[in-house]
C-alpha cells in the first residue's frame, strides 16, 4: 500500500500508539492525517508534531463508541480531505480486575469502545472507501491478547480483542479484494492506557483512577509507542494482515494451535473423520 501521499484518519490518534502511527505516517511521507481523539488538547499537540513533519494535520474531537460521531468524523475526512485511503482504528481502553469482579459497566464499557467502535469505525469508513476508485486500507488495532488469553486480569478486555482479530479477519472474505485489511496485535507498550479509565463517560460509571502497579509494568516492560507506530505503517505499506511488534507472539498462536489439535487428535485419533462434512463445506462466493 502506497503510504507517499496517503490521506489518513488515526483513532486515538492523541497519544500512544496512535500518536506514534500519525508520527510514522508523516515521516513516510502522507500528505493529511485526522487526529481523532477524545482529548483536543493532546490531540492539537500531535497534529503540531505532525504538521512539523511536513503532513497536513486536522484534529476532529471523535467517541468512537458513538456511532453518529463517526460518522462526523468520516464526513469531516472527506470534506477537508476529499477522500480516505488509510484507516487506523485505534482507541481502545481497558481495566484490569480479576473476570468476576468486575462490575457490569466495566464490561460494557470495555465492550463498547473496543470492539463496537472498532467494528462501527470499519464498517462506517470501509462503505465509503469500497466505492471510491483505487484500493483503501483499514488498519484495526488489536493487542496480543487477541490471539493469546494468556494475560492475567484482562478477561474483558482480551475478549474485545479477540473479537477486533475475529471481525477483521471474516472481513477478508467478504471485502478482501476491494478493501486492505490488517490487525496489529501489540504486546505490552509503554502508553498511558493504564489511565484510560480517566475518559470513561458516565453512562459507564464515569472516570477512576488507574492503577500505579499497571503503569510500573508498562513503563518496565513495554516497548516504546513511536516503534510501534512504525511497524503500523510499515505493515501497512507491506500489506500484511497480521501485523506484530515482536517475534515470540508467534509463539503464543502456537501454543494454541498445539492444544488444538491435540484436543482434536483425542477426538478423531485417525485424523481423518468428518473428511464428506469437509468437503462440504465452501467459502462465500464459491
Given at each position: 500500500?502506497?503510504?507517499t501521499g496517503a490521506r489518513a484518519v488515526v483513532t486515538g490518534g492523541a497519544t500512544g500508539i496512535g500518536r506514534g502511527i500519525a508520527l510514522a505516517l508523516a515521516d513516510a511521507g502522507a500528505a493529511?492525517?485526522?487526529?481523532?481523539?477524545?482529548?483536543?488538547?493532546?490531540?492539537?499537540?500531535?497534529?503540531?508534531?505532525?504538521?512539523?513533519?511536513?503532513?497536513?494535520?486536522?484534529?476532529?474531537?471523535?467517541?468512537?463508541?458513538?456511532?453518529?460521531?463517526?460518522?462526523?468524523?468520516?464526513?469531516?475526512?472527506?470534506?477537508?480531505?476529499?477522500?480516505?485511503?488509510?484507516?487506523?482504528?485505534?482507541?481502545?481502553?481497558?481495566?484490569?480486575?480479576?473476570?468476576?469482579?468486575?462490575?457490569?459497566?466495566?464490561?460494557?464499557?470495555?465492550?463498547?469502545?473496543?470492539?463496537?467502535?472498532?467494528?462501527?469505525?470499519?464498517?462506517?469508513?470501509?462503505?465509503?472507501?469500497?466505492?471510491?476508485?483505487?484500493?483503501?486500507?483499514?488498519?484495526?488495532?488489536?493487542?496480543?491478547?487477541?490471539?493469546?488469553?494468556?494475560?492475567?486480569?484482562?478477561?474483558?478486555?482480551?475478549?474485545?480483542?479477540?473479537?477486533?482479530?475475529?471481525?477483521?479477519?471474516?472481513?477478508?472474505?467478504?471485502?478482501?479484494?476491494?478493501?486492505?485489511?490488517?490487525?496489529?496485535?501489540?504486546?505490552?507498550?509503554?502508553?498511558?492506557?493504564?489511565?484510560?479509565?480517566?475518559?470513561?463517560?458516565?453512562?459507564?460509571?464515569?472516570?477512576?483512577?488507574?492503577?500505579?502497579?499497571?503503569?510500573?509494568?508498562?513503563?518496565?516492560?513495554?516497548?516504546?509507542?513511536?516503534?510501534?507506530?512504525?511497524?503500523?505503517?510499515?505493515?501497512?505499506?507491506?500489506?500484511?494482515?497480521?501485523?506484530?511488534?515482536?517475534?515470540?507472539?508467534?509463539?503464543?498462536?502456537?501454543?494454541?494451535?498445539?492444544?488444538?489439535?491435540?484436543?482434536?487428535?483425542?477426538?478423531?485419533?485417525?485424523?481423518?473423520?468428518?473428511?464428506?462434512?469437509?468437503?462440504?463445506?465452501?467459502?462465500?462466493?464459491?
Amino acid at each position: 500500500m502506497e503510504i507517499t501521499g496517503a490521506r489518513a484518519v488515526v483513532t486515538g490518534g492523541a497519544t500512544g500508539i496512535g500518536r506514534g502511527i500519525a508520527l510514522a505516517l508523516a515521516d513516510a511521507g502522507a500528505a493529511a492525517i485526522v487526529i481523532a481523539d477524545v482529548n483536543r488538547e493532546k490531540a492539537e499537540r500531535t497534529a503540531g508534531e505532525v504538521a512539523a513533519r511536513g503532513a497536513e494535520a486536522e484534529v476532529q474531537i471523535c467517541d468512537i463508541r458513538d456511532r453518529d460521531a463517526l460518522e462526523a468524523l468520516a464526513d469531516f475526512a472527506w470534506g477537508r480531505m476529499g477522500g480516505v485511503d488509510l484507516l487506523f482504528n485505534n482507541a481502545g481502553v481497558g481495566r484490569t480486575a480479576l473476570a468476576f469482579d468486575l462490575a457490569d459497566d466495566d464490561i460494557a464499557w470495555q465492550v463498547e469502545v473496543n470492539l463496537i467502535g472498532t467494528i462501527q469505525g470499519t464498517r462506517i469508513f470501509g462503505r465509503r472507501m469500497i466505492a471510491e476508485p483505487g484500493r483503501g486500507w483499514i488498519c484495526n488495532t488489536a493487542s496480543q491478547a487477541g490471539i493469546s488469553a494468556r494475560d492475567p486480569l484482562l478477561a474483558a478486555y482480551t475478549a474485545t480483542k479477540h473479537g477486533i482479530v475475529g471481525f477483521t479477519d471474516a472481513l477478508r472474505n467478504e471485502v478482501g479484494d476491494r478493501l486492505g485489511l490488517s490487525v496489529l496485535c501489540p504486546a505490552v507498550v509503554a502508553t498511558d492506557m493504564w489511565q484510560s479509565g480517566m475518559t470513561r463517560q458516565a453512562a459507564f460509571g464515569g472516570p477512576f483512577a488507574g492503577d500505579p502497579k499497571a503503569k510500573v509494568f508498562m513503563d518496565r516492560e513495554g516497548l516504546d509507542p513511536d516503534h510501534v507506530g512504525r511497524l503500523a505503517v510499515e505493515g501497512v505499506r507491506d500489506e500484511l494482515f497480521w501485523i506484530w511488534t515482536q517475534p515470540f507472539t508467534i509463539e503464543l498462536a502456537e501454543r494454541r494451535f498445539v492444544e488444538q489439535r491435540a484436543a482434536s487428535l483425542h477426538q478423531w485419533p485417525a485424523g481423518d473423520a468428518g473428511v464428506e462434512r469437509r468437503a462440504a463445506w465452501r467459502p462465500i462466493g464459491q
